[in-house]
Structure formats: C-alpha cells, structure tokens
C-alpha cells in the first residue's frame, strides 16, 4: 500500500530557513499537501501542490515536488517560534474522493 | 461559519465500555472522514461517508467499531468494548464534494480517548 515518510524531528533557531523532507510511493498521487497540528488541536491545512507542478510558493512557504524520486519538501523562510508544531505530508489515493496517506509528522521546534 | 465540531473533546473509559464520539461537518459539506492518530504517530484513515451511506470503510477495524452519518445529526463513530489499544485521538474531517479541486479536508480538533 502507499507510504508516506518523513524524518521525525527538526530543530531551528529562530530567522533561520527550514527544510521538512517527505517521501512517498504513489506515483498516481493527485495531489500532495502539508497539513499543520499545534499541541492539542487538529490539523490544519497550510499547502498543497497538484502534481504537474514543480513549486509553489505561498508567503514564507514554498514547496517543492521531484515527482522522480517522489519526494516533497516545505520550507519555510525566517521561520518564527510560533511556527513551532507537528507538520505533517499527506497524498491523496487516487481515488476520486479525499482519502490522505498521511506521514507520521515532524516535530519542528524554533528556539529564540 | 462554524467548523467541524467534535465532542466530547477528552473521553475516558474502562476496559469493556463503549464510546461514542460524534462530529458535526461544517456548513454546506456532505462528505465526512474519520481519522484515528495514536500516540506520536501519523493520522490513519478509518472511514468515508456521505449521508446515510458509508463509502469506504477499509480503514476500520472489522470488530467493535462501526461508523454512521444519519439524514439528521452528526455522524457518530462507535467502538464498543473498548480496549487500552483503542486508546488515541479521533479526527474528524469534512469535504464539500467527493472530487473538490484542491482536496482540502477540514479538520475537527479531535477526539481524545483514553482507556483505561
């Protein structure tokens, strides 16, 4: 079945760039999005990137998709303590419906 | 414009009760999805229905748990004889249409089960 990967956790200080990484294996993905989860709340939709395009950028996040190696990634510029939160990549099964794979999250914390 | 509601937000039972969570989608959205995350792990997708049918059920465990979304009031997920394994939080999230453009979901802030 499909699998979403990411690496677990991610430290940045403060004004610093940061890079979250996710694999995943359906290549009939239609669409890639990452999903934001601060402590003790749901998710909430930050992106997403529809899969003939290479890059999107959004503000101070840009994503980007190498549909080659099936990888996705979310950098977000001048990176704030309150972008501290569990990011997570999902795809979406080529289904016709919403059905998201998500990956198991990486905790990115800012320190000031 | 209210979101998606979940409650109860904190749920605790013992071995061998039953849960009932509930959701309701927001305003205009038919479609709604339930997702379990245990503890420090990924959401996994349960169940898909639209109003009065269940359209994929294929995350869902085949015993003890069973989904519904009635003409009338929230959907209700159910897990009887509940079990400490059981123990996570449950999402709930809703969709306008099946096939939406962007396939955004909407996420409830969950349900919390604890078993214990």
């Known amino acids: 079945g499909e699998d979403v990967e990411q690496s677990l956790f991610l430290s940045v200080r403060e004004g610093d760039s940061s890079v979250i990484n996710c694999t995943y294996t359906?290549?009939?993905?239609?669409?890639l999005y990452w999903y934001k989860q601060e402590p003790g709340a749901g998710l909430q939709l930050l992106t997403y990137?529809?899969?003939?395009?290479d890059m999107k950028q959004d503000q101070r996040l840009t994503v980007l998709l190498n549909k080659k190696d099936k990888h996705l990634s979310l950098r977000i510029a001048d990176t704030q303590t309150g972008d501290s939160a569990i990011y997570f990549c999902?795809?979406?099964?080529?289904?016709?419906?919403?059905?998201?794979?998500f990956g198991t999250g990486t905790r990115l914390l800012v320190s000031p | 414009n209210a979101g998606v509601m979940q409650n109860p937000r904190h749920l605790v039972r013992r071995r061998g009760q039953e849960a009932r969570l509930r959701c309701s989608p927001m305003?205009?959205?038919?479609?709604v999805y339930w997702y379990r995350q245990l503890p420090e792990e990924g959401l996994k997708f349960m169940v898909y229905?639209?109003?009065?049918?269940?359209?994929?059920e294929s995350g869902m465990p085949k015993e003890r748990f069973s989904a519904e979304f009635p003409k009338e009031g929230p959907s209700i997920l159910r897990i009887q004889q509940v079990v400490r394994g059981d123990s996570a939080a449950y999402f709930c999230?809703?969709?306008?249409?099946?096939?939406?453009?962007?396939?955004?979901?909407?996420f409830g802030e969950g349900s919390r089960l604890t078993v214990l």
């Open positions: 990137i529809f899969s003939n395009m």
């Open positions: 359906d290549s009939s993905s239609t669409y």
């Open positions: 999902a795809e979406r099964e080529n289904t016709g419906f919403q059905k998201l794979v």
């Open positions: 229905l639209q109003k009065e049918n269940i359209i994929d």
């Open positions: 999230a809703s969709s306008p249409q099946a096939g939406a453009n962007t396939g955004e979901l909407f």
């Open positions: 305003k205009g959205h038919s479609h």
